[in-house]
T-cell receptor, first 114, second 113 residues
């Protein structure tokens, strides 16, 4: 059972427009969320994160919104650029005993067209 | 360059071979991870080490054996693998587990023939 779901496997957006990537989760114990970006043949790179005590975090063109009641978060990229074309992974973290667990979504492949 | 280096980048091995994947980080991080990425599956966390102690082993078959000799190095020893073990194996490190960004290596593309 997937605890972190990225229901759109792919998304295509025109350059300059907004890209919205969605992520849903089922475990209410998740209290920290991260977005990573992955280019082919490379490891994922961290983009932005948000704690469950916040509902928005912004970093340049990237904004993450968290709706705890809906167990939903989204990543907004404005304006989208061709270099943003990559696979975007959502990850959620929860305390597990003395450590923490990090659960990943399947990823959404974003294509930004010039 | 993320500060996490994995070698080799590509590896082809037979089912009876023994090989090792190496990961190195000099970021001063306390946690290191092995992940497996297969096609059309989420990133699968295999092992987590915190301060050189294994803190998580996610039901990984014994043909995969991790080793963390110090906080900067992590190995994954491979023995009698199956073709379905072919995947991209990613190493990552972070300051703390799950609450700080993880830095990933470029991965080792493993093919088992």
């Amino acid at each position: 059972d997937q605890q972190v779901k990225q229901n759109s496997p792919s998304l295509s957006v025109q350059e300059g427009r907004i890209s919205i990537l969605n992520c849903d989760y089922t475990n209410s114990m998740f209290d920290y969320f991260l977005w990573y970006k992955k280019y082919p043949a490379e490891g994922p790179t961290f983009l932005i994160s948000i704690s469950s005590i916040k509902d928005k975090n912004e970093d340049g063109r990237f904004t993450v919104f968290l709706n705890k009641s809906a167990k939903h978060l989204s990543l907004h990229i404005v304006p989208s650029q061709p270099g943003d074309s990559a696979v975007y992974f959502c990850a959620a973290s929860a305390r597990a005993g003395n450590n923490r667990k990090l659960i990943w979504g399947l990823g959404t492949s974003l294509a930004v067209n010039p | 360059e993320t500060g996490v280096t994995q070698t080799p980048r590509h590896l082809v091995m037979g089912m009876t071979n023994k090989k090792s994947l190496k990961c190195e980080q000099h970021l001063g991080h306390n946690a290191m991870y092995w992940y497996k990425q297969s096609a059309k599956k989420p990133l699968e966390l295999m092992f987590v080490y915190s301060l050189e102690e294994r803190v998580e082993n996610n039901s990984v078959p014994s043909r995969f054996s991790p080793e963390c000799p110090n906080s900067s190095h992590l190995f994954l020893h491979l023995h009698t693998l199956q073709p379905e073990d072919s995947a991209l194996y990613l190493c990552a490190s972070s300051h703390t587990i799950g609450l700080s960004e993880a830095f990933f290596g470029q991965g080792t593309r493993l093919t088992v023939v």
